[in-house]
RNA sequence: GUGGAAGUAGCUCAGUCGGUUAGAGCACCAGAUUGUGGAUCUGGGGGUCGGGGGUUCGAGUCCCCUCUUCCACCCCA
């Protein structure tokens, strides 16, 4: 009986495990090196941990099962929760500022479709215990330089940049009530998506003053955070506003001086979703603007106080590994030559009566280091050269008369064609291999 | 969960009006070539025509159901 693969999954072949590892790597890389520190967690949680923040709707996204406990439980969706609940049970015995990176496997039982699968791969970074927005503008270069580190430029990709304080702030400053907000940030959020008349018909039907939904559709508008005071001038009369404006100035002010500004636009549009962000948020996006977004976060100062833990700031990030692999095979920044299989040595044996010599060659490399691989065919050489080009071998060591007569191996040039003859100690004694 | 399109070899696809034993290119294996690779030529293996049911003398082809994939919607942590 044949069993297909699970609706959503994907088989990773060599070529497109080559493709997964290139891209975790990288991220790992990147981690390392602005600071962070890798962590993982379970692959599965209890449900209501996902249910804290998303309520029960978000039980028909999930896979989850029942132990034979009795214990509901559910595959990871995400790993937020996760790391919320292993900051909050040591809290207090961490060194700060904590800098964390994980890049979890992650499951979400929704229809697949472009850049959405059922099991993926998503990159986390997240500062907690950082209020400054110095740590915002980290996590935005952390971003940004592991994007450009892979080759997308900043004509390829923007950094969408808002602050949920802000836009708050502002919403009331311009008469909506406070609680409409929460309402309000899910329509806002779908801007992007929705036809203008749509649009202003959904906000309309949240807000009832006119005077305060053309004021509201002019800040949606807004892609400088110079242009605000021309919507609304009296900016500075309102503390939280003026202060929330000043920290999207210095988030802009630090990416510039990091050098990534070129990437970095402020769009009053990205929202997120639902009310989890507290300060500034943003997102990656493709610069055409067909693909849905490369990668996500903000600041989530309540977070840990809602997982039962202490009121501790934090700021972070996640990026899918789906829409990442379609935009850079769309930017030609994947090439088969990135993943070409490479070796140092082919080991060939011209003589199958020598092929227990070749073999304590093939090991005495393989101790010293080299990428060493052989053919389970001896005497032809013919086929035996195919395989080392084919195993992307940069040198062949053959074996055959000249060994037998003056303990001599050839020692082939796969990428120029020269060979040269090497005396067997020598050679293997001196680790002079050519790697 | 809703809607649209598509499923033929490992991959990309052809397959006429329903008619004999289902084809091509690429890939793979082998030979040409028993001591010299990437090229070329020749040959070979590989098919539940996604699955099930129906119509028919006869179905890859027509009808129904189902599964999967792709695209859009809902949702997007």
Redesign the pocket.
């Known amino acids: 009986?044949?069993i297909?693969?699970?609706?959503?999954?994907r088989d990773f072949y060599p070529p497109q495990m080559a493709v997964r590892n290139f891209l975790s790597d990288g991220w790992k890389a990147v981690s390392l090196r602005n600071g962070f520190v890798e962590y993982d967690g379970p692959i599965f949680e209890y449900l209501r941990m996902?249910q804290v923040k998303?309520g029960d709707e978000?039980v028909e996204?999930?896979f989850h099962l029942t132990d034979r406990g009795g214990r509901e439980l559910a595959i990871r969706?995400?790993i937020?929760p996760t790391l919320a609940r292993m900051i909050n049970q040591q809290i207090n015995a961490l060194p700060r500022p904590i800098k964390w990176f994980s890049m979890p496997r992650l499951c979400?039982a929704?229809?697949?479709?472009?850049?959405?699968?059922r099991e993926f791969f998503q990159w986390n970074i997240d500062i907690v215990g950082v209020d400054d927005v110095l740590a915002d503008a980290e996590v935005i270069f952390c971003t940004l330089d592991y994007l450009r580190s892979v080759g997308l430029s900043s004509s390829d990709i923007i950094a969408k940049i808002s602050s949920r304080k802000l836009l708050a702030a502002l919403l009331e400053h311009v008469g909506v009530p406070h609680d409409k907000l929460d309402g309000l940030y899910?329509i806002l959020?779908?801007k992007a998506?929705l036809p203008g008349e749509a649009f202003v018909e959904m906000v309309a039907g949240v807000v009832e003053s006119s005077q305060a939904v053309d004021k509201l559709l002019a800040l949606m508008e807004v892609h400088s955070a110079g242009q605000i005071k021309d919507i609304v001038p009296d900016i500075a009369a309102n503390d939280i506003a003026q202060a929330a404006l000043d920290e999207v100035h210095q988030v802009f002010d630090l990416l510039e001086a990091m050098g990534v500004g070129d990437y970095c636009r402020f769009d009053m549009s990205i929202v997120?979703?639902?009310a989890?962000y507290t300060g500034i948020v943003f997102e990656v996006h493709d610069a055409v603007g067909d693909l849905?977004a490369v990668c996500?976060g903000g600041r989530y100062d309540n977070l840990l106080r809602d997982f039962g833990g202490p009121s501790v700031p934090a700021t972070g990030m996640?990026m899918g590994d789906c829409v990442l692999e379609i935009l850079l095979r769309d930017r030609g920044l994947l090439t088969e030559g990135m993943f070409k299989r490479k070796m140092d040595y082919f080991v060939a044996c011209?003589?199958s009566n020598l092929r227990p010599k070749a073999m304590e060659i093939v090991a005495r490399l393989r101790q010293s280091g080299a990428a060493t691989e052989f053919s389970y065919?001896s005497?032809?050489?013919?086929?035996q050269?195919?395989a080392?080009?084919?195993c992307g071998a940069r040198h062949c060591l053959?074996i055959?008369?000249?060994?037998?007569t003056d303990k001599k191996l050839?020692l082939?040039e796969?990428?120029?064609?020269t060979?040269s003859l090497v005396n067997e100690s020598n050679f293997l004694e001196k680790s002079a291999f050519i790697q």
């Open positions: 009986m044949k297909p693969p699970v609706k959503g999954t996902y998303s978000i996204q999930l969706p995400e937020t979400r929704e229809r697949p479709q472009k850049g959405r699968l899910p959020d779908k998506k997120r979703g639902l989890y849905r996500g996640g011209a003589d065919k005497a032809n050489l013919g086929k050269l195919k080392a080009d084919a053959i055959g008369q000249e060994y037998s050839v082939k796969m990428a120029s064609g060979q």
